[in-house]
């Protein structure tokens, strides 16, 4: 299967704690989104890359929320001392953009949830 | 700021009717528009991209439209099934992230 992955599918923590998680995108593709979705929305913008550089952080990522993507091919997305409002499923996606901003489609993985305790 | 509006909320009808799913957004300034399904505490399945040159796009029993001019898009199912039953999200681009809707939750009963 060559498409988006993320491990883990589901994380139980307790308060206090800190989490990762990781997500390999399509291998050609050199942009990476990670979103957060809570239970009957439509998911939430949290950050972007393309290739290895972060280009964009929504007001949504706080301090305790880090992401990176060393090598511009998979990337992990951190959240330290976790709140019971972070419970939610975190969701990867990618795609191939050339400059310019032009927009391909999106292909998303099946999402880790989070459950804080 | 992109906004997006889906009607309806829900929607539930028996099998074999065929069904409209509606997106409105306010910014119309956008290269194309995709629909997505989720199924209940899923990942998203892209089901359909239309691109902003392009005023439909169809696979199998979906037609996805779009009229950037009145800030529209809208889902057709053809002959919906059982197995048709998810939540559907429509979503525009924004500069590099897609802009969401709460979508519409579909069930159809057989």
């Known amino acids: 299967d060559t498409g988006v992955s993320q491990d883990p599918r589901h994380k139980i923590t307790k308060r206090g704690q800190n989490v990762t998680f990781r997500c390999d995108p399509i291998s050609e593709h050199n942009r990476l989104y990670w979103y957060r979705q809570t239970l009957g929305q439509g998911p939430e913008f949290l950050t972007y890359f393309q290739n290895e550089a972060q280009l964009e952080k929504s007001r949504l990522l706080s301090d305790r929320f880090s992401a990176e993507r060393p090598k511009g091919s998979f990337s992990t997305l951190e959240i330290q001392r976790t709140e019971q409002g972070d419970s939610a499923m975190y969701l990867c996606?990618?795609?191939?953009?050339?400059?310019?901003?032009?927009?391909?489609?999106?292909?998303f993985g099946p999402g880790t949830r989070l459950t804080v305790l | 700021k992109q906004e997006v509006t889906q009607i309806p909320a829900a929607l539930s009808v028996p099998e074999g009717e065929n069904l409209v799913l509606n997106c409105s957004f306010t910014?119309?300034?956008?290269?194309?528009l995709q629909w997505f399904r989720q199924d209940h505490g899923k990942g998203l399945t892209s089901l359909l991209l239309?691109?902003?040159s392009q005023r439909e796009q169809t696979s199998g029993r979906l037609n996805a439209s779009l009229d950037k001019s009145s800030g529209r898009s809208t889902l057709y199912i053809a002959a919906s099934q059982p197995g048709d039953s998810a939540t559907y999200l429509c979503?525009?681009?924004?500069?590099?992230?897609?802009?969401w809707g709460a979508g519409t939750k579909l069930i159809i009963k057989p």
């Open positions: 979503a525009p681009p924004g500069n590099y992230q897609l802009i």
């Open positions: 910014d119309s300034a956008i290269y194309n």
């Open positions: 239309i691109q902003s």
């Open positions: 996606a990618s795609s191939f953009g050339t400059s310019g901003g032009s927009y391909n489609e999106q292909f």
